[in-house]
């Protein structure tokens, strides 16, 4: 994808005439798991008589002139801070659909235990009944779950505590609520996507529109490479050990209720750890293909030891008038290493 080199932003929705004209700076963090997307807008007051009155949902596209922009989602206005020399407002986004009345609970702790079910069946009882619609990859919709307890938990953090049993991430985008391997391909909102390359200039510079850089955090590298967890055996009366991947091995304190349990919480503790042995933070140019839950491929120009595919924790775009528009990238390998 060819970028282009003048940077643009748009913002659309309500009171949209206001907020181009007056916007001195923006930025958008789109994050993964129960982390809702921000939109954070700096407005000039200067010329305003009173503090204007914005409410409804706001949206957000940005690229650059010569590519085109990317609708990168809506928001709903959570919070206003104005500030006096310079006289400046703040306004601070959230995703939509969360709002303050939170009519159909979404936000409340129940406590509720569930099974025997599947975690497909599961996921879309719980998402359906806020309104939203359930898209569940095919490869985790019909793991058993033979019973689990939600414990003083909203149904959005009980989920994406469920998800994480599995490595996999839950999310609400807009009216959607997916749950997806981490590290596929695709989008939360069921979209194909590419893999976003990313090359070192030959003239990698500070300053430079295009310049790159990168640390690389081998502290989260895995102490395991297996996963014990023990379930009950109601008939032979005691409690049996599955095991997944080899030595050494993480030992699970929790107890499941069946072998099939178990063994899909060893496996998909296994499967995390592989994935978080290298975490890598990447600052670049604005890129609006970068997403949570895509994947940032790092091509030849990059040193050996981070050339491949990584899976996209967290996007922080930012920019303003003065300034180019750039990205903050943070991501885990997508596969283990050695």
Not at 229 to 239: I, Q, S
Not at 289 to 295: D, K, Y
Request: proline fraction near 5%.
């Amino acid at each position: 994808m060819s970028l282009g080199f003048t940077p643009a932003v748009e913002i659309y929705g309500a009171n949209a005439a206001l907020l181009n004209q007056r916007l001195l700076s923006w930025t958008h963090i789109d994050a993964a798991g129960i982390e809702s997307d921000q939109l954070t807008l700096t407005l000039s007051l200067e010329g305003l008589e009173g503090l204007p009155s914005l409410e409804g949902k706001i949206g957000l596209r940005v690229g650059y002139q010569e590519s085109g922009l990317v609708d990168k989602g809506e928001f709903v206005v959570t919070r206003r801070t104005p500030t006096l020399f310079p006289l400046r407002l703040t306004l601070v986004a959230t995703a939509a659909p969360f709002s303050a009345s939170d009519q159909t609970g979404f936000k409340q702790r129940r406590s509720v235990s569930h099974g025997p079910t599947t975690l497909g069946t599961l996921f879309r009882q719980l998402t359906s009944r806020h309104g939203f619609s359930p898209r569940v990859a095919p490869e985790l919709s019909l793991i058993k779950i033979e019973h689990i307890d939600q414990s003083n938990e909203t149904d959005m953090g009980f989920l994406t505590r469920l998800a994480h049993r599995y490595d996999a991430v839950a999310k609400p985008i807009n009216e959607l609520y997916v749950l997806a391997r981490r590290g596929q391909a695709k989008s939360l909102s069921g979209k194909i996507l590419p893999d976003t390359k990313l090359s070192v200039t030959t003239n990698n510079r500070p300053g430079d529109q295009a310049f790159v850089s990168a640390v690389l955090d081998e502290a989260a590298r895995a102490k395991y490479q297996g996963c014990k967890t023990t379930w009950w055996d109601a008939v032979a009366g005691k409690a049996r050990v599955e095991e997944s991947g080899i030595a050494p091995f993480k030992t699970l304190r929790q107890r499941f209720q069946s072998a099939d349990d178990a063994r899909a919480a060893a496996e998909g503790e296994v499967r995390r750890m592989m994935r978080e042995a290298l975490k890598v933070t990447i600052e670049c140019p604005g890129n609006p293909a970068l997403s949570a839950e895509g994947i940032v491929l790092l091509d030849p120009t990059w040193p050996d030891f981070m050339r491949g595919r990584w899976s996209i924790d967290k996007v922080t775009a930012s920019g303003d008038r003065e300034k180019s528009y750039r990205c903050k990238i943070e991501a885990t390998c997508l596969d283990a290493r050695g």
